[in-house]
């Protein structure tokens, strides 16, 4: 049970009910244990971001339970689940992740400030995540001076300042060229094997696909397959 | 962060603060106006009417009959020049009566005056167009005003009737010749006021070495109250008031331009609020995604509602504080120089008792209240889009 971080129980989500009803996800029993690199794969329209956003409490499931760390998110009130996911749940977004008026430094630390972390916490912090995305000398540049590739770094960043029990990133690479697609892939990858960071990231992209170690197909809000893939490109 | 958004879209920003900082400097001109006004037409009363306090026969002003005098004017003045806070007793006799010419007839007051201490008291002096006044040696001379001089087409040296009841209710016809026109800021009374020599209106009505009204003056305007108390207590079977007393108009005004500079400060300031409402609203509308963004990264919706009402808060605080200082400056400056209105009309300005060269006081006393009302109208105004923003759902703003 402890290294079951994600846990879906039976979950479907329909919308327009009344009218045309869509299911855009229909029974979805998923685990992602502790330390896990997924990727959630299928065609546009299959439910990727549906499932994801109901993971991250975004969203309520019409049915079944989701159990966080062993917390059913369901029950809990828009207020507590505001502070659920400010504690538990790191965010990657495809775009419009950072606040244009802050500098990177500013937009990773906003985690840490909402949740009142102290300025020495997070002056040690700041420094430890950017040099693991490999962005120290961007701390004080805006986002607007920033390449795409470097503001998802930053998001990523983001994400991992309050110490989530995973991160959630939908479609992280959409907007990024493939260098920089695969620099990210390159951070993910390693903060996840040196720091056993869960990740679950949907995707279209066949490189990224590729670099995922369990890959979980959607078909029409279903989970088709579910496959371990054998690593084949550990480092050393 | 509000403070850093306030610098995104700089124009919009510079928009709302000029906004805000130029109903600030139209509210504090408005109420820096007003406020001249209503000192100069306080000035107006006391140094030219009715002077700080007045002294009269009880049933003097009910009746004004010409008997009811105050008695033997000389002890009294005796007496109350003891007063401390005293710098000038008038003396005058008041008598209504009729004025005919060959044009016409009108209803006039007729004040015995005399003449250095009556320039003194009403600067009647300096409200001299024409003529020379009273001059002593020549007898019958009249100072009318310059309105019923046109009403009755009199000119200097014009011969005038006056007739008017003595103490006995016996009626006094007498000719004058007019020796001065004069023309003051409160032209109803140019119409109504002729001015004579008291000796010899006393004689006419039988109360020579007597008089009706004693008008007083005092170092201060604050002294008003204390100086009519030892009044009071000084002369128990004499009727004194202050110039609030005699003028309550004034009084009534002055009340009644406060409430109305409130009105127009709460007009500008809703202006104001609609302005505000709507850049806000922009803002908001404009950064959906973004406040979809933070609201799912766990953003509590109070921080959020915060942050709009913050950066509502900055601009109002950066824009509020210029606006006062230019209405200072310009109140400060106009103060000195003096605001001619005669462009509002003169005529209409001294229907009302107004001068027309206006000095601007800079409000300070009621920049407490103003402050509060736009502090109340910032944050009224930016409760709708605070609350919109909290309103905004993740998932919606996230969703290409
Ligand atoms: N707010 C909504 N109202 C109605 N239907 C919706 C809504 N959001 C999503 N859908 C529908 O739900 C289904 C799943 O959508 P979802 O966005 O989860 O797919 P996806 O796998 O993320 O697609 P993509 O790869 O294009 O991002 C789609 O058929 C979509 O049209
Ligand atoms: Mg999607």
Redesign the interface.
Same mark, same amino acid.
């Not at chain 1, 505001?82 to 504690?87: E, K, P």
């Given at each position: 049970m402890s290294d079951i971080v994600i846990d879906t129980h039976n979950i479907s989500r329909v919308y327009n009910p009344t009218t045309i009803p869509i299911y855009a996800i229909r029974n979805v029993h998923l685990h992602i244990k502790r330390g896990e690199f997924t990727a959630l794969v299928g065609p546009s329209g299959s439910g990727k971001?549906t499932l994801l956003?109901l993971i *991250?409490g975004? /969203?309520k499931p019409d049915e079944g339970q989701i159990f966080i760390n062993g917390t059913d998110i369901t029950t809990l009130s828009p *207020?507590k689940l505001? /502070? #659920?996911? +400010?504690?538990n749940?790191g #965010?990657v #977004?495809?775009?419009?992740?950072l606040?244009?008026?802050?500098t990177a430094r500013e937009n990773a630390e #906003?985690?840490m400030l +909402?949740q009142g972390k102290s300025k020495a916490e997070r002056g040690t912090r700041m420094k430890q995540l950017f040099n693991q995305i490999d962005l120290e000398d961007k701390m004080d540049s805006r986002p607007g001076e920033l390449s795409g590739g470097q503001q998802q770094r930053v998001a990523v960043a983001?994400a991992l300042a309050s110490k989530p029990q995973f991160v959630l990133a939908d479609e992280p690479t959409a907007n990024l060229d493939s260098k920089s697609a695969s620099n990210l892939l390159d951070i993910m990858d390693k903060l996840n094997r040196e720091e056993n960071i869960t990740f679950l990231f949907s995707t279209h992209d066949q490189r990224v696909i590729d670099r995922a170690r369990r890959v979980i197909t959607l078909v029409d809000g279903q989970v088709a397959t579910d496959t371990n893939v054998i690593d084949t490109s550990a480092p050393h | 962060?509000a403070w850093? @958004?306030i610098?995104?879209n700089k124009t919009r920003s510079l928009v709302i603060m000029v906004s805000i900082a130029l109903g600030m400097f139209a509210g504090v001109a408005v109420l820096a106006l007003y406020e001249g006004m209503m000192v100069s037409r306080i000035r107006t009363v006391i140094d030219e009417e009715t002077g700080h306090i007045q002294i009269h026969h009880p049933k003097f002003s009910e009746e004004s009959e010409t008997k009811y005098t105050i008695g033997n004017s000389r002890d009294l003045i005796q007496k109350i020049k003891t007063i401390p806070e005293i710098t000038l007793i008038n003396q005058r006799q008041l008598v209504n009566g009729m004025l005919s010419t060959p044009t016409g007839t009108a209803g006039v007051q007729i004040i015995g005056v005399d003449t250095l201490t009556e320039y003194d008291f009403s600067s009647l002096k300096q409200k001299i167009r024409e003529g020379n006044g009273l001059v002593p040696d020549k007898h019958h001379q009249a100072i009318i005003g310059m309105k019923l001089a046109a009403k009755m087409k009199l000119r200097i040296g014009s011969k005038l009737v006056l007739m008017f009841n003595d103490t006995t209710n016996d009626l006094v016809t007498a000719a004058f010749r007019v020796s001065a026109i004069y023309r003051s800021t409160n032209a109803p009374l140019d119409e109504r006021l002729i001015y004579v020599s008291r000796d010899e209106l006393g004689e006419l009505i039988g109360l020579a070495g007597q008089c009706h009204q004693l008008g007083i003056k005092l170092r201060d305007d604050k002294d008003v109250e204390a100086a009519a108390r030892k009044l009071k207590s000084m002369l128990p079977g004499l009727k004194v008031q202050t110039w609030k007393d005699i003028s309550p108009e004034t009084e009534f005004m002055v009340r009644t331009v406060d409430t109305y500079s409130y009105i127009i400060m709460i007009i500008i300031m809703t202006a104001l609020a609609f302005g505000i409402l709507n850049t806000m609203l922009m803002a908001i509308m404009e950064r959906t995604?973004?406040i979809g963004?933070? %609201? %799912?990264?766990?953003?509590?919706?109070k921080?959020i509602f915060l942050l709009v009402l913050l950066e509502t808060a900055f601009l109002t605080l950066a824009g509020a504080p210029a606006g006062i200082l230019a209405g200072w400056l310009t109140a400060n400056y106009f103060h000195k120089t003096g605001l001619d209105l005669s462009g509002m009309g003169e005529e209409m300005m001294s229907n009302f008792g107004f001068r027309t060269l206006i000095y601007p006081e800079f409000p300070a006393e009621k920049l407490i209240p103003v402050l509060t009302i736009v502090v109340i109208t910032a944050f009224l105004s930016s409760l709708l889009p605070a609350m919109k923003a909290i309103r905004m759902k993740?998932?919606d703003a996230?969703? @290409?």
């Open positions: 971001t956003n *991250g975004l /969203d *207020g505001i /502070d #659920f996911r +400010l504690h749940i #965010f #977004f495809q775009s419009f992740n606040i244009p008026v802050l #906003f985690i +909402l983001r | 962060m850093r @958004n610098w995104r995604r973004e963004m933070i %609201a %799912a990264l766990g953003t509590s919706r921080r993740p998932i996230l969703r @290409n």
